[in-house]
């Protein structure tokens, strides 16, 4: 089995080709010429090159860009690119040499799925802009009761049930006047640009044509750098009234939590087909669609936020689990890190699912905060996140470690009174608008206790 997987096969399947090749010509006394040979040779190797050829025909040809828009994101090497130098491990006191900044910055359009990089962000009421405005969901339906009826309901999906949806991958195409096929008519430039979903799916590869067809999407996907052929669909990210009505969009109440914010499903813009793969990669049985949260009908969140008689208006919410924003300290990461058991990888401060990564502070410093400022905006810091499971997701992969790194969290990191969780990162409500950007500089303005308070 072995030499199957040696990198090298090829050689040696083509030296032995050559020896026996010869071999056969020394028994029948015939002197071959170099012509002779590679004539013999390419024979032979003609049906292989023929595949491979083909294979290459059934590359995945991806879509054209939304015309008249661009797509938002970080061009170039990432900011976290060193997130594990040692350097990012202690932090200390803000000085000139151990300055407190931004990181980096990242927005999950689709709740649960991979994240967008971003170099600076608008920071609206909502938190980053573009962040957490749509969500999958689930129709799940209830036993009988004893009438024998049935309920059903939508609930939003994340990765604690299907780690898969780490794979899933979300554009956000914004509309660019600068764009030479810019055009203030156009769909995609009335709906605020266009979310475009791409996803990984390995079709069946059987002894059909259309199974010899998918062996060659697949070895160019391999070809390409990608572990599996990606599909794409495309929604409005923000649909006008009048694609409302055409596409049938309908108002309904999805579970968040504890949570039924009204929000509008756009299933009916997702090609069945496409729908169905979605639902075999994630491992999903019940029916699925997509939900954007609905621009009218943001949640507000009264839990720990700051008072609307003191600061004049009540945070508010997209898809996000809790609050608008989700603040780590990447010193923090790397002290959990260090605990777990010996011969672990490092751990990605992205497992956590933050917005805005800082560095400078020592370890768990930002337990304490509750106000800051972060470029020229002040923030309420409202209260520390409580860990579950999502965690132990390996982004890269889209798999759950049974264990790690949730328990290594339990054994030091319950720290709300209270509470039976562990806590890592902080949750941050808006009271500035404006910006914020990678470089930025934090400074905190008071600290104080943070209180467990149940849903
Ligand atoms: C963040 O990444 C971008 C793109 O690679 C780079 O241009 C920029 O200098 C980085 N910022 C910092 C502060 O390292």
């Known amino acids: 089995m072995d030499s199957y997987l040696r990198p090298n096969m090829t050689f040696n399947v083509l030296d032995d080709l050559i020896i026996s090749v010869r071999k056969t010509w020394d028994d029948v006394g015939f002197i071959p010429t170099p012509l002779a040979i590679s ?3 390419l024979a032979l190797l003609l049906p292989f090159i023929t595949l491979f050829v083909f294979a290459l025909t059934q590359r995945e040809t991806p879509l054209p860009p939304p015309a008249g828009c661009h797509k938002i994101g970080l061009r170039g090497r ?5 997130q594990y130098a040692k350097k990012h491990a202690s932090g200390g006191e803000p000085t000139a040499s151990n300055p407190w900044t931004v990181k980096a910055l990242f927005i999950y359009p689709l709740k649960s799925c991979a994240p967008v990089e971003l170099e600076k962000s608008d920071v609206i009421q909502t938190g980053l802009r573009y962040d957490r405005q749509f969500t999958f969901a689930q129709q799940v339906t209830s036993l009988p009761n004893l009438d024998g009826q049935v309920t059903s309901e939508w609930v939003f999906s994340t990765q604690r049930t299907f780690p898969r949806l780490a794979k899933v991958e979300a554009e956000v195409w914004v509309p660019d006047p600068s764009s030479s096929h810019y055009d203030p008519e156009s769909e995609w430039v009335k709906s605020e640009g266009c979310l475009a979903v791409r996803f990984p799916f390995t079709p069946d590869s059987d002894f059909t044509l259309q199974g010899l067809k ?10 390409a750098g990608r572990p599996e052929p990606m599909l794409e669909f495309r929604v409005p990210f923000n649909p006008t009234k009048e694609k409302i009505e055409r596409m049938r969009y309908t108002k309904e109440k999805v579970k968040i939590w504890n949570d039924y914010p009204v929000a509008l499903n756009m299933g009916s813009e997702v090609p069945y087909e496409i729908m169905a793969k979605l639902k075999y990669t994630l491992g999903v049985t019940n029916p699925l669609t997509l939900f954007r949260i609905d621009t009218e009908g943001y949640r507000e969140v009264y839990k720990n936020a700051p008072k609307k008689q003191d600061v004049g208006f009540q945070t508010i919410i997209g898809m996000q689990d809790s609050y608008p924003l989700h603040i780590m300290n990447l010193a923090s990461v790397h002290h959990i890190s260090s605990n777990l058991p010996s011969g672990s990888p490092p751990l990605s401060v992205l497992r956590y699912r933050p917005n805005i990564i800082v560095t400078g502070p020592p370890p768990f410093s930002e337990d304490s905060w509750t106000k800051a400022r ?5 923030y309420h810091i409202s209260c520390r996140t409580t860990r579950c499971k999502l965690p132990n997701v390996d982004p890269d992969i889209g798999i759950a470690d049974r264990n790690q790194p949730g328990s290594t969290m339990l054994k030091y990191r319950v720290i709300d009174q209270g509470s039976k969780s562990a806590c890592l990162g902080m949750q941050v409500s808006v009271l500035e608008e404006g910006e914020v950007g990678v470089g930025d500089g934090v400074e905190v303005l008071d600290t104080g206790e943070h209180l467990f308070l149940k849903k």
């Open 374 to 378: 972060i470029g020229g905006r002040t």
């Open 78 to 82: 990432s900011n976290l690119s060193d």
């Open 39 to 41: 004539t013999t040779l």
């Open 214 to 223: 998918n062996c060659g999407k697949m070895l160019a996907a391999k070809l």
